[in-house]
């Protein structure tokens, strides 16, 4: 498992925590970080993988948190191991594995805490696949706007949008410089815009168009990812379980180097102070 992943999932785990740490609904209802405290906290996100398709095998990844007695964790009737290194990333204790997707991609997750003691459960289901809606490589000009799309994953309850533009370009003092955005966030909608100014330094700043760079990925997600949700997991502890489909991404390759700003036109006028001061010396 390479570090980059620990960290990205990781992240994924602590906005997890702040869906029950700012207040969540139903039986579950927490209302401040000292009510989370009276029960262990569980954030856990499976995940389908598009390497392993043909295995139809998911990933998941759990931390558990404010426990006394030492948790064990199963996904699906499979057991998941402790990864020491993922528990420094996670901010708990962190289990790590595979596991075989159930019968209409369904995932059941069982957290026990000793032997025959309590125990919570969570059921969630994974999101169907979906499609780019045109091309996936695309072939990007300087200062253009960037549609994208994507059709409607079966279970989805939103999309997870997240990647970064970057392009370097020589300003007018003949300086190399870097317009770079990177963004992370949810949408319920099937195509999103990004407008010029988001992606693209402002023209008049940009001598010429050096290089462009860029990744766009859509996950389709299903469960709490939003501050005020209901908790998910129930029974012995506090807990949201959130998964993930397979995601879609963009390629783009840019056309070529556009010299923005031509080399100014030669001044071809008569100089005619130089001219007047040569009739002046005959």
């Not at 962190?94 to 000793?114: P, S």
């Not at 300086?175 to 008049?204: C, G, H, K, V």
Request: charged share 20%; with cysteine.
């Amino acid at each position: 498992m390479k570090k980059t992943a620990f960290v990205l999932v990781a992240a994924v785990l602590l906005s997890l925590s702040l869906v029950l740490m700012t207040g969540c609904s139903d039986d579950d209802e927490v209302t401040a970080p000292a009510t989370v405290a009276q029960k262990p906290f569980v954030s856990a996100v499976v995940g389908l993988d598009n390497h392993r398709k043909a295995e139809s095998r998911s990933g998941a990844y759990v931390s558990v948190s404010n426990f006394t007695t030492c948790p064990g964790v199963t996904v699906n009737g499979t057991e998941l191991m402790i990864e020491p290194e993922f528990s420094v990333y996670s901010g708990g204790m962190g289990f790590v594995g595979d596991f075989a997707q159930g019968i209409d991609n369904q995932v059941n997750l069982e957290v026990r805490f000793g032997e025959g003691e309590d125990t919570a459960t969570g059921t969630i289901n994974m999101p169907g696949e979906n499609e780019v809606v045109g091309a996936s490589d695309i072939d990007i000009t300087a200062f253009q706007r960037l549609d994208l799309a994507w059709t409607t994953a079966s279970n989805a309850e939103a999309y997870l949008v997240s990647g970064y533009f970057n392009c370097r370009y020589t300003d007018n003092s003949d300086e190399s410089q870097d317009f770079d955005i990177r963004f992370s966030y949810t949408t319920t909608d099937t195509m999103m815009t990004f407008l010029p100014a988001e992606i693209w330094p402002a023209a008049a700043d940009v001598q010429s168009m050096d290089n462009f760079w860029g990744d766009v990925d859509v996950m389709p997600v299903v469960g709490p990812l939003t501050p005020g949700s209901a908790a998910n997991i129930t029974g012995a502890c506090n807990g949201v379980l959130v998964s993930f489909g397979y995601d879609l991404d963009w390629d783009f390759n840019f056309n070529s180097n556009p010299v923005i700003k031509a080399d100014p036109v030669p001044d071809t006028s008569p100089d005619w102070t130089a001219i007047v001061m040569e009739q002046l010396a005959r």
